[in-house]
């Protein structure tokens, strides 16, 4: 079973910036992708960064080039770097990973970490 172990969550002041990072049980280059979402409360999961295996990067239309996803296939690490944090960035961030078995789509998820930005 393939584990995601987030971390760096915590509490900011706005404007501040955090680093999450996320270990992964197996090699990350074997995932389809792996990306970062967002949960906070009463709302929907929602997709913070994604980086495929091809390369490819999404962002959420929230992150407006203050967040930046990065992957080290050595240590099997993925992190988001967020700057210039706001109060409505406080959700609880999950690691996602992303496998293609034949024709089905498998996701993986960490456990979260909480990020509180105050104002």
């Known amino acids: 079973q393939v584990q995601l172990v987030e971390s760096g969550g915590g509490l900011v002041q706005a404007g501040g910036s955090l680093r999450l990072s996320c270990a992964a049980s197996?090699?990350?280059?074997?995932?389809?992708?792996m990306a970062w979402y967002r949960q906070a409360p009463g709302k929907q999961r929602e997709l913070v960064a994604k980086?495929?295996?091809?390369?490819?990067?999404n962002y959420g239309d929230f992150v407006k080039g203050r967040f930046t996803i990065s992957k080290d296939n050595g240590k099997n690490t993925v992190d988001l770097q967020m700057n210039s944090l706001k109060p409505e960035d406080t959700a609880v961030y999950y690691c996602n990973a992303n496998r293609r078995v034949l024709l089905n789509s498998v996701d993986y998820w960490g456990q979260g970490t909480q990020v509180t930005v105050s104002s």
């Open positions: 197996e090699r990350i280059f074997m995932f389809n992708a």
């Open positions: 980086l495929t295996s091809g390369g490819n990067i």
